[in-house]
């Protein structure tokens, strides 16, 4: 071989190399946050739940129960063990006098080797007249400890005012709170202030929030409910709007980490409520909702009440049926949090990212299966997997914001379209979910129930059911639950 072809061959090898490098991805490493799976409700009869993590390996529940007359708890070392966990009252409310009546939103923190219960309470002679209170404990189990009064949170106003939650930012402790001020007018704004200790605040309090938009004014004016999650350089409080009937719903303010808070300029709202009834999926008015996180710390999760039906009769106060249920919280590719909808009940749905295009995920366009980037529209990206429709140890994957509707193939192509009962829908909808065949340990893989050996994949950005023969194929048909 001359000198020549020897430099033509190496060449013509190199340049290969890069086209193979360019054009093959990259192997995706599991994802940071997998999924986690729930199945609602989670407490039948319990509003605004909240929900502590502690360093004892357990979490800790506390909710408004119907009859308004005491503050429960319950404590499990996972979240789904927080449905079948004992309940205990750990106080009730005063047979006179202030603290008893309208026992609303207990929260449990941890702060500084004590437990700490806030939550609100009206009089027995002026059962309106509700304002914040504080329980102490320094048992090491708050279910079986002994409770004191701290007595109520002295605000500048006199006024009512309920929902207090409190939180740490860069080393300051804080509480927000719900209030009315006469004179902004009707209803409940949302306050910000420093504390001196759980139980006091320091210095002014300033408003950072108040009913604006029509969808925080249905019924009544409110802005209520704040709950704070920091991540990503920001600081994060959700709240609750509108009426405690269907036009429940969550708002969002946003500020950055180096912001000063206590400053209102500091807090930007979203125009349009972040999480809202939904009809398709039979839940109603959520809100009042908490964060927590996964057993393994790698999953923020939203934590709610919401009503499985839209129509009341009468006061809203008066129905006893808000549940409290869970469901992962997803993150926008700009840091921003993604609430989604309010899944239906039963098992939560999970997101299924590309093996080897770990910032995509499966979804429905036009109801064609489709491989995309930043899905904002949360639900078009997120199926349960439910017992297959054929059953014979098979999955089906179930469109959350379409309940009914199942990925299937058809021609080939796959689809997501709504189960017309025939034999053929249940076989083209069914899978078996197998370990991914790109990663087994992490990835799944899901097979064609009705054409063994064909598997979903994607190929040019949508999805097939096709054989699988080569390194690439495997890749495609390769998925990581999120």
């Known amino acids: 071989m001359t000198h020549l072809a020897r430099r033509v061959l190496v060449a013509a090898a190199a340049a290969f190399a890069m086209l193979t490098t360019v054009t093959t991805p990259a192997q995706a490493a599991a994802p940071a946050s997998p999924a986690v799976t729930f199945t609602n409700p989670i407490a039948e009869q319990r509003a605004d739940p909240h929900i502590f993590k502690h360093t004892d390996g357990y979490y800790y529940f ?6 308004y007359d005491k503050i429960v708890m319950r404590r499990a070392t996972t979240l789904q ?21 309208h026992i609303w939103a207990p929260e449990i923190h941890f702060i500084d080797g004590k437990w700490y219960v806030y939550f609100a309470a009206g009089a027995s002679n002026d059962i309106w007249k509700i304002r914040p209170y504080v329980l102490e404990s320094s048992s090491a189990n708050p279910l079986t400890g002994t409770w004191t009064e701290k ?17 740490t930012h860069n080393g300051t402790r804080y509480l927000s709170w719900a209030q009315n001020d006469p004179a902004v007018g009707t209803g409940t704004n949302l306050y910000l202030a420093k504390m001196s200790n759980p139980w006091t605040i320091s210095g002014s309090p300033v408003m950072i929030s108040k009913p604006e938009y029509s969808w925080e004014t249905v019924g009544h004016r409110v802005n209520e409910g704040p709950a704070v999650i920091q991540k990503n350089g920001k600081v994060f409080m959700a709240y609750s709007a509108s009426a405690t009937d269907a ?33 398709a999926t ?38 006893p049926n808000r549940r409290t249920r869970y469901q992962k919280l997803y993150w926008n590719a700009d840091g921003t949090p993604n609430f989604g909808i309010p899944v239906a009940d039963g098992v939560t749905p999970v997101r299924l990212s590309s093996y080897n295009f770990p910032d995509k995920f499966l979804r429905h366009w036009e109801y064609r299966a489709r491989l995309e980037a930043d899905v904002t529209n949360l639900a078009d990206s997120q199926f349960r997997i439910v017992t297959g429709l054929t059953g014979n140890g098979t999955v089906s994957l179930e469109s959350a914001n379409f309940p009914g509707y199942y990925l299937r193939h058809k ?3 796959m689809w997501v379209e709504k189960d017309d009962g025939t034999a053929l829908f249940d076989t083209d909808a069914s899978f078996y979910q197998r370990a991914g065949l790109a990663d087994t340990a992490a ?21 097939y059911s096709q054989p699988i023969s080569t390194t690439l194929d495997r890749q495609d048909a390769t998925f990581y639950k999120e």
């Not at 966990?85 to 006098?97: L, M, N, Q, R």
């Not at 708002?251 to 939904?278: I, Y």
């Not at 999953?299 to 009769?313: G, M």
Request: with cysteine; glycine share 8%; proline share 5%.
């Open 81 to 101: 063990g927080l449905a079948t966990a004992t309940e205990t009252t750990i106080w009730t409310k005063h047979a006179s006098g202030d603290m008893g009546a």
């Open 151 to 167: 007595g109520r949170i002295a605000l500048p106003l006199d006024t009512f005012s309920l929902d207090a939650t409190t939180f």
């Open 247 to 279: 036009n429940y719903c969550l708002g969002l303010l946003t500020a950055s980490a180096t912001a000063d808070l206590m400053n209102p300029a500091s807090w930007a709202k979203t125009s349009a409520p972040v999480f809202k009834s939904n009809a």
């Open 282 to 319: 039979g839940q109603y008015g959520p809100g009042h909702n908490t964060f927590t996180v996964s057993e393994d710390g790698k999953s923020d999760v939203l934590v709610y009440h919401d009503r499985n039906y839209k129509d009341i009769s009468g006061d809203p106060l008066n129905d």
């Open 443 to 463: 990835g799944v893989s899901y097979e064609s129930y009705n054409f063994p050996g064909r598997y979903i994949r994607h190929f040019n950005n949508l999805f």
């Open 62 to 67: 506390t909710a408004t129960v119907p009859a």
């Open 411 to 413: 021609n080939n192509e």
